[in-house]
């Protein structure tokens, strides 16, 4: 699969990273065909977090890549940590022991990239700096990132962080494009104008931080998928229109839709479908026109002014 590096790293990722979130849902036979259809596919990078079924996707994932250290050195592990049971914590002791958890659960000496999931209120940047330069001296983490932040809240961290924050996992699809279309109407009077994450898109640009959209084919907050619902009828017209012209399904323009932005993310996928999977990763072949990613954008009921 094609790939790109990491934000301003040296790691070079494939373009389409597998979601590990609903991993625990598959037998143990299940899991280990899925986990190695994705690598015959060439997706190698696999996102958790320290959440995802209380820790059991992680200990699954584990069992199914059957992790050893030839293996290991076949993937590029990212995992989340920060949120708790009705709280997120970015203290040093709970970053530290967090890690060393996700590692004991993965099996494996040390991670590629470590996210914050949720920011925390109550974030010190000082400690979260602490605990970024423990696990880079005992080799334990590689590189480092964050997920759902806006600039200011990345600024704040960056004002004791020293390591290169590398990627920014955010909500992005065609259904909530917000990120993308709040762009259009600058200083406009209407709903779409309002800027509702300070502008995240271009300062990832701006500071060679790479999204990561997360449920790139979900509408509202996981209220369902937009792909063949009877809500969308004109954005999945036009999405299988444009599929036909590249012999391709709605799935792959879909997730062409993303890859095609000069952003250069990397979307996660959520299925544990391995056909699906496919479907994903071939969207890394299809190079959608500026005409037709603007009727894909417009099809969904965004607006231009």
Request: charged residues 20%; contains cysteine; negative net charge.
């Amino acid at each position: 699969m094609r790939s790109i590096p990491l934000g301003n790293s040296t790691l070079q990722v494939p373009v389409v990273a597998v979601g590990c979130m609903r991993l625990n849902s598959l037998d143990a036979a299940q899991a280990q065909r899925f986990v190695q259809g994705a690598l015959d596919l060439g997706a190698n990078f696999f996102d958790h977090a320290d959440i995802y079924g209380g820790g059991e996707c992680e200990s699954v994932f584990a069992d199914a890549v059957g992790m050893s250290p030839s293996v290991r050195e076949r993937l590029i592990l990212q995992s989340k940590c920060g949120v708790r049971p009705g709280m997120f914590d970015f203290s040093r002791e709970h970053i530290l022991a967090s890690v060393d958890a996700i590692l004991g659960r993965l099996r494996t000496d040390y991670l590629d990239v470590l996210l914050l999931h949720r920011p925390d209120a109550l974030v010190e940047p000082d400690e979260v700096a602490a605990a970024f330069d423990q696990l880079e001296r005992e080799g334990k983490v590689r590189h480092f990132g964050v997920s759902n932040q806006n600039p200011r809240q990345i600024e704040l961290l960056k004002k004791s962080v020293r390591q290169p924050l590398v990627a920014n996992q955010l909500q992005l699809s065609i259904t909530n494009a917000t990120m993308i279309t709040a762009g259009f109407n600058v200083n406009m009077e209407n709903d779409a104008a309002v800027n509702r994450d300070g502008g995240v898109l271009d300062y990832c640009r701006l500071h060679d931080i790479t999204v990561q959209p997360w449920s790139p084919f979900q509408f509202g907050f996981f209220e369902g998928v937009f792909l063949n619902h009877p809500k969308f009828p004109e954005l999945n017209a036009t999405l299988d229109r444009i599929a036909a012209q590249h012999g391709v399904n709605s799935t792959t323009i879909a997730m062409a839709w993303l890859l095609r932005h000069p952003a250069h993310m990397q979307p996660v996928t959520g299925t544990t479908n391995l056909e699906r999977l496919g479907d994903c990763v071939r969207a890394a072949d299809v190079h959608l026109t500026r005409e037709d990613w603007y009727a894909v954008l417009l099809a969904a009921g965004n607006t231009l002014p």
